[in-house]
């Protein structure tokens, strides 16, 4: 039986954003793997309610559940261990540290970037619970928290800087070839790519470089997904 | 021949304290090699002149001269493979990641609240020029960049986030043994420890936990180094 994923989606059900569910979309095809897209917003609680939580991705895959992007790596490393995402215990540990790094200082101006493309491009049942739940956690109206797109863009391009550093003496995040922490990394950028039309980084930053060579990967598999192409 | 190293030392030529120099201290020390200290102050410029640059660690290694410690753990992998410092490729380009973000996001908190202790316990010599270099670094006087090592302190504990989520579920960044992430990281500390009695961790913090069994690493190395033992 073929696996299924859960998977967020905007008010179109192809126009999938989640920088979570990226991860694990390109970390399914780097190991040559398919899982049929079952579309899933925010407020479909009931959906996944099988899962034991509300937050996606969740993974089907024959009679194992499992949810939580990095737990769905891990499972599928162990299960399909060929085409590894991971090379050695070390490297593992340290895409750990990597994935924290990534989700409390790459996400952030990301989304101080582009919060009003976000709430426009979500599905309409989504709004009234995305606009109550962010208001809270970042303590403001998101009309207030996304006045200043252009300093969530600066953040973002200071904040790169250890990505930065790698990338310029080889071509991945991991090396020589793709691993999980470059899906981490790149499931920022696919995030926004789906959702707004905000250039974040210029053509002469190594970022760029890389993220165009990670929008080739596997067929082109995330440059054909359903997004803005402004920066691309 | 034995190994020499110039590292970096204050008014006392055993008060040794570059993260940069511990890093490779404790590499060495993984690889079961000695290497012998030799002090250096800012102002030595000349006695390491014939490595073509002018920063501590320097390592001479027989008729090879190596500076940089990235490029010093490189040498010291190579020539020395047995007990590695990085398990794979991967982790290799993960933990030079990991170097940038604790040079950018680590080392400049631990600075602002240990500044005016670096300036007293630096040999006298070395005082006018680490003034002026800092002051023109900073923008500011270090009296001003040091008024609040609050701030410092507070800054530091959010920063480690990403070290902090890994070393609640493994022993060491690197996972289950140490390796040269956890020796970057370190060095930060060592530095402080070295200069400060400023208590930089709470002991609840799993950050300190990691601490204590670096300080215990390879027969209790860095616990023995002339330093401040108040957050121990």
Redesign the interface.
Known sequence: MAMQMWELAGAEADRLFSPYCWRIRMALAHKGLKAETLPWRFTDTEKIAFSGQGLVPVLQDGDQVVHDSWAIAEHLEGKYPAKPL?????????????K??VE??IHGPIFRAMVLDVFNAIHEKDKAYFRQSREKRVGMTLEQFGSDPKKGVADLRTAL???R??LV??P?????AP?F?DYILFGAFQWARALSPQRLLEPDDPVFAWREKMLDLHGGLARKAKGYEVWT
């Open positions: 991971f090379d050695s215990a070390q490297a593992k540990s340290l895409a750990f540290v990597f924290t790094w409390t200082t800087l250890p990505a550093k790698q003496q080889e991945y995040v991991c090396g020589k691993g922490a």
